[in-house]
């Protein structure tokens, strides 16, 4: 049973920092693309910033400069560190990763989510 375990989230005043962690556990074999998603109250899911195996990176345009996101394939682990936080940063975020569960198998995860709250 492979699971995404996340932590990091919490309550932040505006211009404040979080860093996100997401661990995937289980027989894995390795990991393929992993990212950050968040859906605030209302909004569909959105793509925060994704991380190829490889290193290669993506972000939302409403992040760029204000998040980096990382990874250590080695602990099959993924952050996402996040600066300057505004108000609409607020949602529930969730990983996402591709797993590889046998030679040329990848499953996709998610994570339960953790609460990010960005206010004064």
């Known amino acids: 049973q492979v699971q995404l375990v996340e932590s990091g989230g919490g309550l932040v005043q505006p211009g404040g920092s979080l860093r996100l962690s997401c661990a995937a556990s289980g027989m894995i074999f390795g990991i393929g693309n992993m990212g950050w998603y968040r859906q605030a109250p209302g909004k569909e899911r959105e793509l925060v910033a994704d991380?190829?195996?490889?290193?290669?990176?993506k972000y939302a345009d409403s992040v760029k400069g204000r998040f980096t996101i990382s990874g250590d394939n080695a602990k099959s682990t993924v952050y996402l560190q996040m600066n300057n936080l505004k108000p609409e940063d607020t949602a529930i975020y969730y990983c996402n990763a591709y797993v590889k569960l046998g030679i040329g198998v990848f499953t996709n995860y998610w994570g339960q989510g953790t609460q990010v709250t960005v206010s004064s």
């Open positions: 991380i190829s195996s490889g290193g290669s990176t």
